[in-house]
């Protein structure tokens, strides 16, 4: 039957830290504030930068607005008197004047402006350069009704709203002040006059003023939109920044700790095993009987269970000094020309009594022709003796073994150990490939060891390049599959012909 491959954990939402809630706390009253203190209902940092894009819209246009003023007057000039004309728009141009210099002041300070104040001091501006623009009524009283009149102040007002309005659009305020005075005033005199043709041109006014104020209107919420997206950019930047040097922060830590948890259990296991070299030694001793019989015999019983005892707590360290090697970086590989089919045998031969304890059949498939690999045979015998040994530990009474070595579809070769045991179940998957972890199988049964194995096979499978795959499912069994790449395999060399040429003497005669 076909093994399913195990479910990954589902990640787990990590809740909110004291930090973050802190953190959102702050924000949410430092956001109110801002509403509350902004004359944009927004923060005050987006009125400081409409009222910026105001007065460089104001600067940029210096020169523009009076050459349109001087226009219109001289346009004005063929229906109403020149001085009329001329004295509206040096008036237009003074107060345009008093608008660039107050912009220019804004631009020219260096502390953070009040923005409250600006933005009163600039309406006011605004509204007295739109008190200018309402001062061609003058023209009708110097000259009286006149329906040539009519259309050209029409004109010029239509003009001069649509450039106020698009000029002041990042201030509301200073668009109402520069547009309406005039209009309105042209409005009114439309009306009172009567007629068709100044009905219809004060109709069209109307629509106008609205028309450009809805615009610029449409203006200033696409430039605050694009303020308000410019702060959070830089406040997720910032805070990606953050997170940046805390992770850093944390990896250093980490890092740090791994280090000193290696050096660790390399000094306590060079440590431990200096003393247990002697207890497994005179233990040995005690047990064959070497300086003589015991009197009595359940002495042998003991130090028979001192030397299993000690072998076991040696495999232990041996474990745990070679997974702080690995991890450390300091676990060097002896490469050397190794044959898979060799090494899985003798493993096989070792562990075969241990089988046949628990009656276990143990059974093996070697592919024919196998060439050698290139790899460390310490480290890979290794690796099947951890598979064999879990696969035999957790098998139950008559259960069965299969231990193949073959060839692997991208041409490297593998060795997979199968057994028909209870299995692992897919939320412990993740559990039992983790340095010390350990299936509730093992913690139910107190099988020994300290879950390394399966680790300690996986990271010695990285240093060789290769690939390690658990597949089990609960009930039928499991079976752990180890693939060198192809990139190791030793493939037979062609003999080298040498072409030996003669070598031909020749000797000049004479």
């Known amino acids: 039957m076909m093994l399913a491959k195990p479910a990954m954990h589902d990640r787990t939402v990590r809740a909110p830290t004291g930090r973050e809630t802190k953190r959102t706390s702050r924000r949410t009253v430092f956001d109110a504030r801002q509403r509350l203190t902004s004359t944009s209902g927004t923060r005050v940092a987006f009125d400081f930068d409409l009222l910026h894009e105001y007065a460089s819209s104001r600067l940029k246009s210096m020169l523009v607005i009076p050459a349109v003023v001087v ?54 501006a605004e509204l007295l350069h739109g008190f200018a623009w309402a001062s061609l009524m003058q023209f009708e009283l110097m000259v009286g009704p006149s329906a040539n009149l009519s259309v050209a102040m029409f004109a010029m007002v239509l003009v001069g709203t649509a450039t106020n309005a698009v000029t002041t659009s990042s201030l509301p305020r200073g668009t109402l002040g520069s547009t309406l005075p005039a209009s309105i005033a042209l409005t009114v005199f439309l009306l009172l006059e009567g007629g068709a043709l100044n009905f219809s041109l004060a109709a069209v006014l109307v629509a106008g003023e609205v028309f450009f104020v809805y615009l610029a209107r449409k203006l200033y919420l696409s430039k605050l939109g694009m303020a308000a997206y410019q702060s959070e950019k830089e406040t997720l930047i910032t805070e990606l920044e953050e997170a940046r040097e805390m992770s850093d922060e944390a990896r250093r830590h980490a890092e740090q700790a791994n280090i000193a948890k290696s050096q660790f259990l390399a000094t306590m296991s060079h440590e431990l095993r200096t003393p247990l070299n002697a207890i497994i030694g005179f233990s040995e001793v005690l047990q064959s009987e070497l300086l003589g019989p015991h009197e ?138 983790s340095s010390f972890g350990q299936g509730s199988l093992a913690q139910k049964s107190a099988e020994q060891g300290a879950g390394l194995g399966l680790p300690i ?28 790449p192809r990139a190791r395999v030793m493939k037979a060399l062609a003999p080298v012909i040498e072409d030996r040429n003669r070598l031909e003497i020749y000797s000049d005669v004479g």
């Open 296 to 433: 009595v015999r359940q002495y042998k019983e003991y130090a028979g269970d001192i030397h299993r005892s000690g072998q076991h707590l040696l495999t232990l360290i041996n474990e745990l000094l070679d997974l702080s090697r690995i991890e450390a970086g300091k676990y060097e590989l002896n490469e050397e020309a190794i044959s898979l089919v060799d090494i899985a045998e003798d493993c096989r031969r070792m562990l075969e009594i241990r089988a046949n304890s628990k009656s276990i059949t143990l059974t093996c498939a070697y592919a024919d022709d196998l060439p050698k690999l290139w790899g460390d045979e310490r480290a890979t015998r290794q690796v099947v003796l951890n598979l064999l040994s879990n696969a035999i530990k957790f098998t139950s009474q008559s259960g069965k073994v299969l231990l193949k070595v073959a060839r692997s579809a991208d041409g490297g070769q593998l060795i997979s150990v199968r057994d028909n045991g209870p299995g692992i179940p897919e939320e412990e998957m993740e559990t039992v490939l």
């Open 457 to 484: 096979v996986q990271k010695i499978m990285e240093l060789h390049q290769g690939r390690f795959d658990l597949f089990s499912k609960v009930r039928f069994g499991t079976e752990a599959i180890a693939t060198f």
């Open 71 to 124: 226009v219109l007057a001289l346009f004005a000039m063929l229906w109403a008197p020149a001085v009329s004309a001329l004295a509206w728009a040096a008036l237009v141009i003074a107060t345009n004047a008093v608008v660039i210099y107050l912009a220019h002041r804004f631009e020219a300070q260096a502390d953070a402006p009040d923005a409250r104040r600006w933005t009163m001091t600039f309406g006011l």
